[in-house]
């Protein structure tokens, strides 16, 4: 999924050293890179309709033409995001690092009060429940992260409301000499 987002300063602070890694007992979190185009591929294009339901605001993502090309530019691009701290994509693998079954999204809320706005997605016949995912996910953010007020649309706020809501300005395309590299 791609979106354009610029984190304020104080979206995590500077001493702040984002997790690289996650490792549970059902799957693993690793910083989503390029390396995972294929893996991640296989699961967005496996997972297109669920996923048109879970990004509201994104229902064109993914579309069925999407190439293995344009994945990859997606991930450069989230990759380019995490490296300068303007938000936070992670791939969610099975434990063997065999299988991608989702991704995890961490951004600068657009909607106040919050200091954090989290979206996830899992593959069709993933390993393991949505719910599970939530609640581990709820617990690391918690305790890892700088974040006191996390907010999950489309789970916890329901779409409409999460569009109506008082807006912050965060959107800010990533310069082309940042998606090069990585």
Known sequence: MTTAHFAPPDFVPRNFVPPRLFVTQSFRLEVLHPRHNLLDYDAVMSS???LHSVFADHHDWPSPRMTLAENGNDLREHYAEFELRQGFTYTILTLAASRCIGCLYIYPPRIEPFDAEVFFWLRSGA???????WVTLGHWLKHAWPFSKVVWPGREIPWSDW????????GKELPDSVLTSG
């Open 48 to 50: 297109e309709a669920s």
């Open 127 to 133: 390993e393991v429940s949505d719910q599970a995912v």
């Open 163 to 170: 569009r109506s809501g008082p807006r912050r300005e965060v």
